[in-house]
Nanobody, 124 residues
């Protein structure tokens, strides 16, 4: 069982940066692939980024590639999402997700555990 708690969301302006954090409970955090998803207002939840258990491999949605960076610190049981050059279309609730395995999963259905989300609003 893994419990996930996101933090770091807020209201920012276009071009600003934010760093989201996701703290995980459980001794097996280092064996989990971690992902970030987001759900814009009135839309479906979509994949943002994922990172392998070791941190050696990462994957991104095309819409955030080059602006967002996912990383993890297994000693702290925490995964991060550094978001730079934010745009109004990045406005969404951001969710952290986890699952055991070695692949870079990108589908919502692939993840077993979810946090409650943190809201990010980017004003123009």
């Amino acid at each position: 069982q893994v419990q996930l708690v996101e933090s770091g969301g807020g209201l920012v302006q276009t071009g600003d940066s934010l760093r989201l954090s996701c703290a995980a409970s459980g001794r097996t955090f280092s064996t989990y692939t971690m992902g970030w998803f987001r759900q814009p207002p009135g839309k479906e939840r979509e994949f943002v980024a994922s990172i392998s258990w070791s941190g050696g491999r990462t994957g991104y949605a095309d819409s955030v590639k080059g602006r967002f960076t996912i990383s993890r610190d297994n000693a702290k049981n925490t995964v991060y999402l550094q978001m730079n050059s934010l745009k109004p279309e990045d406005t969404a609730d951001y969710y952290c997700a986890a699952r055991s395995g070695t692949l870079l999963y990108t589908a919502r259905k692939d993840y077993n555990y979810w946090g409650q989300g943190t809201q990010v609003t980017v004003s123009s």
